[in-house]
Nanobody, 121 residues
Framework: QLVESGGGLVQAGGSLRLSCAASGLTFDDYTIGWFRQAPGKEREAVSCISRSDGSTYYADSVKGRFTVSSDNAKNTVYLQMISLKPEDTAVYYC????????????????WGQGTQVTVSS
């Protein structure tokens, strides 16, 4: 089970840190991806952190603003978001998969319920 937290309402230019906590699976064995879905839009990739070596990958739209990290001792992955923009408004999901690394939603087997991020202008 994956549980996201940390979403909320923030002004443009502000920051948020999302958390993805796991139970029943060990992050060492899984690549963790972050995705988001805005109303009326398809789910899109944000970032992932690879299970093999901890390499990180980002969508172009968030590069330089978002940082993904993991604390395996806490079985938690974080998504630090800075310089937030109104277009970052979406429900953010974390997902776990045995893929080495991927920004494709179909590569992930387990999904959280999502946390809402709203960025006001």
């Amino acid at each position: 089970q994956l549980v996201e937290s940390g979403g909320g309402l923030v002004q443009a230019g502000g920051s948020l840190r999302l958390s993805c906590a796991a139970s029943g699976l060990t992050f060492d064995d899984y690549t963790i991806g972050w995705f988001r879905q805005a109303p009326g839009k398809e789910r899109e990739a944000v970032s992932c952190i690879s299970r093999s070596d901890g390499s990180t990958y980002y969508a172009d739209s968030v590069k330089g603003r978002f940082t993904v990290s993991s604390d395996n001792a806490k079985n938690t992955v974080y998504l630090q978001m800075i310089s937030l923009k109104p277009e970052d408004t979406a429900v953010y999901y974390c997902a776990a998969g045995t893929v080495v690394a991927s920004l494709m939603p179909g590569a992930y087997e387990y999904w959280g319920q999502g946390t809402q991020v709203t960025v006001s202008s």
